[in-house]
């Protein structure tokens, strides 16, 4: 049975830093691409950093230079440093893949005040 489990979010002041991590079980994590979403209120889910089985990685235009994606397979783990965050970070965090989406885990709340 597959899992997802984020966390690490929280309530931080505009320009502090966060750290995600996401736990995977159940599918072999080192050989798939994987993606950080985020999905504020009233709006679409969005993906906002990738990285491939070969760390190879790609972010929004609205997080790049400020969150960086990485991983560690043999823990399972995808992570997500999030730097100089904003008030329009403000929404909850998701890990999945790329393509072909597992049931999405309850994500992790992430609130950037001004």
């Known amino acids: 049975q597959v899992q997802l489990v984020e966390s690490g979010g929280g309530l931080v002041q505009a320009g502090g830093s966060l750290r995600l991590s996401c736990a995977a079980s159940?599918?072999?994590?080192?050989?798939?691409?994987m993606g950080w979403y985020r999905q504020a209120p009233g709006k679409q889910r969005e993906l906002v950093a990738s990285?491939?089985?070969?760390?190879?990685?790609n972010y929004a235009d609205s997080v790049k230079g400020r969150f960086t994606i990485s991983r560690d397979n043999a823990k399972n783990t995808v992570y997500l440093q999030m730097n100089s965050l904003k008030p329009e970070d403000t929404a909850v965090y998701y890990c999945n893949l790329i393509r072909d989406w597992y049931s999405w885990g309850q994500g992790t709340q992430v609130t950037v005040s001004s």
């Open positions: 990285i491939s089985s070969l760390r190879s990685t």
């Open positions: 159940g599918f072999i994590f080192r050989i798939n691409a």
